[in-house]
């Protein structure tokens, strides 16, 4: 920089804030800085290996500042501010704030302004080129205004954010549960962890259990087969449909009154394929008298062996 240059005292001090960060941060020592300081100044700077150079934004600019780009990459829609910054060798933590002026009672729904108190709920958040991201959210409780209100204390809900009494923020938990999906729980996992996000195989497949069942077709064409609920002492039925390969539902026993009621439920059955037991037989011929009856393979070919074998 030339000599004949001279910064005000509001560009010095920024540059201190700016320069402080970044050696700090290459250092992977923690380093915290206050926000609130930049978001006055509205300067450009860039770093090089070995200078650092301020440029005064001009106006109408489309280049960002460092509160702009940090607030951008936030969870869309949120109504957060960012307090504080910290870059630790766990990742990243960004201090943030609920900035609207009042919430909603979750029981009455009704408006209150009244703050009780506030408290810190850290969530999980998904990462900035691989660095994992931790989201120290201050939340306030506040006075329930409405006089007949069962509660008489609530916490504000955030829910572009997260959940309430969730770890991890929305769009986390929707790239956990696709990578689950995709992957399943171990090599889920692993891959999470190449990318900077946490997830465990359980916290996975939580995340699959959780989704809601997809609506199917009734089924057409079902199997009927014995399942082991403690082998050799207790013993249900399985159904299952045929023509998309999957269980359909699971009774509790194997008697022909159990199957009769379930055919009754489902009249658009009209095959089903089942072993050889008395039970089955005339539950489908009770439940289901127009249905189709066929013999599944599996056990034609079982009797055959046991046939060829007794010989």
């Known amino acids: 920089m030339l000599q004949s240059e001279?910064?005000?005292?509001?560009?010095?001090n920024f540059a201190r804030i700016v320069a402080g960060f970044w050696l700090l941060a290459t250092f992977r020592k923690v380093v915290r800085v206050p926000l609130?300081?930049?978001?006055?100044?509205?300067?450009?700077?860039?770093?090089?290996?070995?200078?650092?150079?301020?440029?005064p934004a001009p106006a109408g600019s489309a280049r960002m500042t460092c509160t702009a780009l940090c607030t951008a990459l936030l969870p869309p829609q949120a109504p957060l501010s960012i307090e504080t910054m910290a870059m630790t060798e766990r990742g990243m933590t960004l201090d943030v704030a609920v900035t609207t002026s009042q919430a909603h009672c979750p029981t009455c729904t009704q408006p209150s302004t009244p703050m009780h108190s506030n408290y810190r709920r850290t969530l999980a958040d998904l990462p900035w080129a691989t660095t994992p991201v931790q989201l120290p959210l201050r939340v306030r409780r506040f006075w329930c205004e409405t006089p007949h209100?069962?509660?008489?204390t609530f916490t504000e809900r955030v829910p572009q954010v997260a959940p309430c009494s969730a770890r991890a923020t929305t769009r986390l938990s929707t790239m956990q549960t696709a990578t689950g999906l995709a992957l399943?729980?171990?090599?889920?996992?692993?891959?999470?962890a190449r990318q900077g996000m946490p997830g465990s195989r359980n916290t996975l497949l939580r995340r699959v259990r959780r989704l809601p069942?997809?609506?199917?077709?009734?089924?057409?064409?079902?199997?009927?087969?014995?399942w082991a609920k403690r082998k050799g002492h207790t013993s249900g039925t399985i159904v299952v449909d045929l023509d998309r390969h999957c269980p359909v539902d699971l009774l509790e026993d194997r008697t022909a009154e159990t199957v009769a009621a379930w055919l009754q439920a489902h009249p658009e059955v009209t095959v089903v394929a089942r072993?050889?037991?008395?039970?089955?037989?005339?539950?489908?011929?009770q439940g289901a008298p127009d249905a189709v009856q066929v013999a599944d393979r599996w056990h034609l070919v079982q009797?055959?062996?046991?046939?060829?074998?007794a010989e």
């Open 184 to 192: 399943g729980g171990a090599a889920g996992a692993r891959h999470l």
């Open 36 to 55: 609130s300081q930049l978001v006055s100044c509205h300067d450009v700077f860039s770093i090089d290996a070995l200078v650092l150079t301020l440029e």
């Open 6 to 12: 001279k910064l005000t005292w509001e560009e010095c």
């Open 303 to 309: 009797h055959l062996r046991e046939a060829v074998e």
């Open 275 to 285: 072993d050889r037991a008395e039970a089955y037989a005339s539950g489908v011929t």
């Open 213 to 226: 069942a997809p609506e199917a077709p009734p089924p057409r064409a079902i199997g009927l087969d014995d």
């Open 149 to 152: 209100c069962a509660r008489q």
